[in-house]
């Protein structure tokens, strides 16, 4: 079975300011990082902004 996290790279943790620590769980709808363990959740349905 294929793993459904991603790992961000690139990106650094607004948080803890830790580079390539963030994680993409598209399964759970969320973004956290394996450093400092804050998450973000988002809706992967969401199509884009409703201005």
Do not use: Y
């Not at 793993?3 to 300011?17: F, H, P, T």
Request: aromatic share 4%.
């Amino acid at each position: 079975m294929r793993d459904l996290s991603n790992l961000l790279d690139g990106l650094r943790c607004s948080e803890c300011l830790s580079e390539n620590t963030l994680w993409l769980d598209l399964a759970a709808g969320l973004v956290e990082c394996r450093e400092c363990g804050q998450g973000a959740l988002f809706d992967p349905d969401h199509e884009g902004d409703d201005l």
